[in-house]
C-alpha cells in the first residue's frame, strides 16, 4: 500500500485522498452513479477537482492489466 500510494504521488500528481476524506470521496462516487453502473457524465460536478481526480482515477483502473 505504500508503495502504491508514493507512486500515484510521484507519477499522478497527487493522491486525492490528500485532499478529500474517504467518505466525501465514496459519496461522490455514488451520487454520479459509479457504483450501479449508471454514470451520468453531463453532470456538472464532473468539472470539479474531485470529478476530475475520480475520472482519472476511473480511467486508470480501466487500464490496469
Not at 19 to 44: H, P, R, V
Amino acid at each position: 500500500m505504500h508503495f502504491e500510494r508514493c507512486l500515484a504521488v510521484s507519477a499522478y500528481g497527487g493522491d486525492v485522498r490528500d485532499d478529500y476524506k474517504e467518505q466525501e470521496i465514496d459519496e461522490f462516487m455514488e451520487d454520479l452513479g459509479i457504483y450501479d453502473d449508471e454514470i451520468d457524465y453531463s453532470d456538472a460536478r464532473w468539472l470539479t477537482s474531485l470529478g476530475m481526480e475520480v475520472h482519472s482515477y476511473l480511467v486508470r483502473q480501466r487500464l490496469a492489466p
